[in-house]
């Protein structure tokens, strides 16, 4: 453990927005098996109302710092095209 002020700050710190980050990861996952699974059992219009939430999810991830803007856009490229070949 730490023994200067700053140095535990920061392990607390690191600590939230760990715990932050992992949320968020978890509910863009979350999303994307929802879109997998409608397009498994090829319903469009379940997979089409679950990509909207999903890039909306995915999108958020983003712009909070979660994600790099490239590796969101391939997340949402491949939702896409999964439920385009429906």
Request: charged share 30%; proline share 0%.
């Amino acid at each position: 453990m730490a023994n200067i002020k700053s140095a535990k700050k920061r392990i607390l710190v690191n600590k939230t927005k760990a715990a932050r980050n992992k949320s968020i990861r978890s509910a863009v996952k979350t999303s994307i098996k929802k879109v997998e699974a409608a397009v498994e059992i090829k319903d469009k219009a379940a997979a089409e109302a679950a990509l909207k939430d999903a890039i909306s999810t995915i999108s958020k991830a983003t712009t909070k710092g979660v994600y790099h803007k490239n590796n969101c856009a391939r997340k949402v490229s491949r939702l896409s095209k999964a439920v385009n070949s429906i």
